[in-house]
Structures are given as structure tokens and as C-alpha cells.
């Protein structure tokens, strides 16, 4: 059985090609894609590379698609489920899986970067990384739950609590994300975005000024945005690093007295959970998180270029790729 599917054989090149679908292992399932969502990691992982990525690689790590063949050992799942795909796969051992912080597990394998992803027809996953869409819910939606996830795993590491005020640098997909998922918990979020476009929709700020809050995270990888976040803390305020910076502008320098005398935290946030993607795809399907009107781009994944073209100069919010 053969799949068309884009390739990255080396870095800052892709091609539409068509490659064999390997044979299932027990505990594994065959996916047909109905869709995947584009994000700026994407851009970064074909253009400049990426520290998990391996080559060559079928990119793509948010994923919703049917079962169409299950492995020897799966009797969970049954073939024409619609299904969400968590992209990491972990250990279950090691001291980060036991705390059940899984996305830091030492032998994590991601979709997209380790393994195969879902810029394909076809895409193969362990069972216990699969988890079925809820009745009802699309899979245009469902898709949102790999950055919904994301921004989660960001919130719980903030300690963010009801009546917090949360400023957020950055009013792209994530930054949204982020907004609408603090709110439903109860959060007083405020965007700090200098494009105006993103910034009107999201009713913010271009800077912050003087304003200082409860929590801060940066969801756009701008050096100047972590000056600002770092000097809006509230005293017991938490910074969250959300986005990477360049290697070559990843260090900032920070007064550690006023995160002494201000009893300030510095977190740092990196993909997401298991239990993160349950609780996304829970939030979507009842509404608590909106993100249909999100979705700027349905485009085919041959049109993958000029895709990448949108997200390299911020002309959309959500892409959605259909094979």
C-alpha cells in the first residue's frame, strides 16, 4: 500500500511524493487524515530545522483522522472511529513520566519530528496515544486540541487562578488559544499584540506600558516581548516561556533581586501532556473554548508552500491542511 505524502529530506526543502505505508505493530493503528493544523513550528521545522526533528520526515503533529486497521493487540479502538492523535510517544518509566509530565519523558518520540506525522493521507500511532473525537464534535475542531493542549500544560504551570490578571504577549493562534482558554477558567486576560489586525480582534494593546500583572507568558518569540513580560510582574507574579527564542538571542539578563524581593517565578513550557489533550478536546466539544472562527485557511496539503507563505508573514490565524 502506497500514500502521498510531503516529504522533508533536508532542511528548506519539501516535496509532494508518494511513499509505502509500513506494516502495523501490534499495538499500533492506521490512520486515514482527515486533517491536520499548520503552525509556526512547522515553518520552523522545514525551514530551519528543529532540535527534535530526524530526516528524513513526513511533518505534522496535529492530527485528526479515521482508524482503518488496527494492530494484533488493539481492542479498544475500532476501525471507523474518529480519532485525535496525541503526538508524543513516552516511556511510562522514567522520573518525568512517573510525575505525569510525560512531554519531558527522556525517550520521547514525536509525531512530526521523531516519527512520521500528518502531512499524508496516511498516518500510524501507538494505541494509547490515540484519543476518540467526542460524539458530535468535527474534526476541524477536534484538531485545535494539539495547541489548545499546549496552552493548558502553560496555564497549570502559571498557577493560574480564578481573578488572575494575565497579560499575553502575542494575539497569533496560540496567543487566542491561550486568552479564550484563561478566560473560561475564570481569568482576566489582556493581549499585548502590535499588529493591528490580530490586536482589534483581540481587543488589545499594542504595549503594555505600566500595566503589571498576576501572570505573563510569551506566546510569540520576540526578544523585546520577554523585556517587557520580565518588568510586568506583579510581586509573587509568574513568567511562563511559552515561545523559543533564537539561539542566538536566547539569553536575557534579569535582575534576580527583584525576583527575590518580589518573590517572583520563572516557569518554562514545552508541548503538552496526555492528560492535557483529554481535557482540550472536552473544552472544545462543550464549548468552553471556542475556536471555529479561528479557522482563517482550508487549503490542500499541495498547497503547502504558499501555506507556510501565511504563516511566515502572520496573513491568517488557523491554517487547516486537507490531503
Same mark, same amino acid.
Given at each position: 500500500?502506497?500514500?502521498?505524502?510531503?516529504?522533508?529530506?533536508?532542511?528548506?526543502?519539501?516535496?509532494?511524493?508518494?511513499?509505502?505505508?509500513?506494516?502495523?505493530?501490534?499495538?499500533?493503528?492506521?490512520?486515514?487524515?482527515?486533517?491536520?493544523?499548520?503552525?509556526?513550528?512547522?515553518?520552523?521545522l522545514i525551514r530551519i530545522g528543529h532540535r527534535d526533528l530526524t530526516?528524513?520526515?513526513?511533518?505534522?503533529?496535529?492530527?485528526?483522522?479515521?482508524?482503518?486497521?488496527?494492530?494484533?493487540?488493539?481492542?479498544?479502538?475500532?476501525?471507523?472511529?474518529?480519532?485525535?492523535?496525541?503526538?508524543?510517544?513516552?516511556?511510562?518509566?522514567?522520573?518525568?513520566?512517573?510525575?505525569?509530565?510525560?512531554?519531558?519523558?527522556?525517550?520521547?518520540?514525536?509525531?512530526?519530528?521523531?516519527?512520521?506525522?500528518?502531512?499524508?493521507?496516511?498516518?500510524?500511532?501507538?494505541?494509547?496515544?490515540?484519543?476518540?473525537?467526542?460524539?458530535?464534535?468535527?474534526?476541524?475542531?477536534?484538531?485545535?486540541?494539539?495547541?489548545?493542549?499546549?496552552?493548558?500544560?502553560?496555564?497549570?504551570l502559571a498557577r493560574l487562578g480564578k481573578g488572575d490578571t494575565l497579560?499575553?504577549?502575542? %494575539?497569533?493562534? +496560540?496567543?487566542?488559544?491561550?486568552? /479564550?482558554?484563561?478566560?473560561?477558567? &475564570?481569568?482576566? $486576560?489582556?493581549?499585548? @499584540?502590535?499588529?493591528?489586525?490580530?490586536?482589534?480582534?483581540?481587543?488589545?494593546?499594542?504595549?503594555?506600558?505600566?500595566?503589571?500583572?498576576?501572570?505573563?507568558?510569551?506566546?510569540?518569540?520576540?526578544?523585546?516581548?520577554?523585556?517587557? %513580560?520580565?518588568? +510586568?510582574?506583579?510581586?509573587?507574579? /509568574?513568567?511562563?516561556?511559552?515561545? &523559543?527564542?533564537? $539561539?542566538?538571542?536566547? @539569553?536575557?539578563?534579569?535582575?534576580?533581586?527583584?525576583?527575590?524581593?518580589?518573590?517572583?517565578?520563572?516557569?518554562?513550557?514545552?508541548?503538552?501532556?496526555?492528560?492535557?489533550?483529554?481535557?482540550?478536546?472536552?473544552?472544545?466539544?462543550?464549548?468552553?473554548?471556542?475556536?471555529?472562527?479561528?479557522?482563517?485557511?482550508?487549503?490542500a496539503l499541495s498547497n503547502l508552500d504558499e501555506a507556510l507563505q501565511?504563516?511566515?508573514?502572520?496573513?491568517?490565524?488557523?491554517?487547516?491542511?486537507?490531503?
Amino acid at each position: 500500500m502506497e500514500m502521498s505524502a510531503m516529504l522533508v529530506r533536508k532542511i528548506g526543502a519539501f516535496e509532494l511524493t508518494t511513499v509505502p505505508v509500513r506494516d502495523l505493530e501490534d499495538d499500533e493503528v492506521l490512520i486515514e487524515v482527515e486533517v491536520t493544523g499548520l503552525c509556526r513550528t512547522d515553518l520552523k521545522l522545514i525551514r530551519i530545522g528543529h532540535r527534535d526533528l530526524t530526516l528524513p520526515r513526513i511533518p505534522g503533529e496535529e492530527v485528526v483522522g479515521v482508524i482503518r486497521k488496527t494492530g494484533g493487540n488493539v481492542t479498544a479502538l475500532q476501525e471507523g472511529c474518529r480519532v485525535y492523535v496525541y503526538p508524543g510517544l513516552w516511556c511510562g518509566r522514567c522520573p518525568a513520566c512517573r510525575s505525569g509530565a510525560e512531554n519531558l519523558c527522556r525517550g520521547m518520540q514525536i509525531m512530526g519530528f521523531h516519527r512520521d506525522g500528518g502531512f499524508a493521507e496516511y498516518v500510524i500511532a501507538s494505541a494509547k496515544s490515540v484519543i476518540p473525537v467526542p460524539e458530535g464534535l468535527s474534526a476541524e475542531l477536534a484538531v485545535f486540541a494539539e495547541p489548545l493542549s499546549c496552552c493548558l500544560n502553560a496555564l497549570e504551570l502559571a498557577r493560574l487562578g480564578k481573578g488572575d490578571t494575565l497579560g499575553i504577549w502575542g %494575539a497569533g493562534p +496560540a496567543g487566542t488559544l491561550l486568552a /479564550r482558554a484563561s478566560l473560561a477558567m &475564570g481569568a482576566e $486576560p489582556l493581549s499585548i @499584540e502590535p499588529d493591528r489586525r490580530r490586536r482589534e480582534i483581540a481587543k488589545g494593546i499594542v504595549s503594555c506600558g505600566s500595566k503589571k500583572f498576576d501572570v505573563c507568558i510569551v506566546a510569540v518569540g520576540s526578544r523585546q516581548a520577554y523585556q517587557e %513580560a520580565v518588568m +510586568a510582574m506583579n510581586p509573587r507574579g /509568574r513568567l511562563v516561556i511559552f515561545s &523559543g527564542l533564537h $539561539p542566538s538571542e536566547d @539569553e536575557l539578563p534579569i535582575s534576580l533581586n527583584q525576583l527575590h524581593y518580589h518573590e517572583q517565578t520563572i516557569v518554562g513550557a514545552y508541548g503538552c501532556s496526555f492528560r492535557h489533550s483529554v481535557q482540550a478536546l472536552h473544552s472544545i466539544a462543550t464549548g468552553a473554548v471556542t475556536v471555529e472562527d479561528m479557522i482563517s485557511h482550508r487549503m490542500a496539503l499541495s498547497n503547502l508552500d504558499e501555506a507556510l507563505q501565511i504563516v511566515e508573514h502572520r496573513q491568517g490565524m488557523k491554517i487547516l491542511l486537507y490531503p
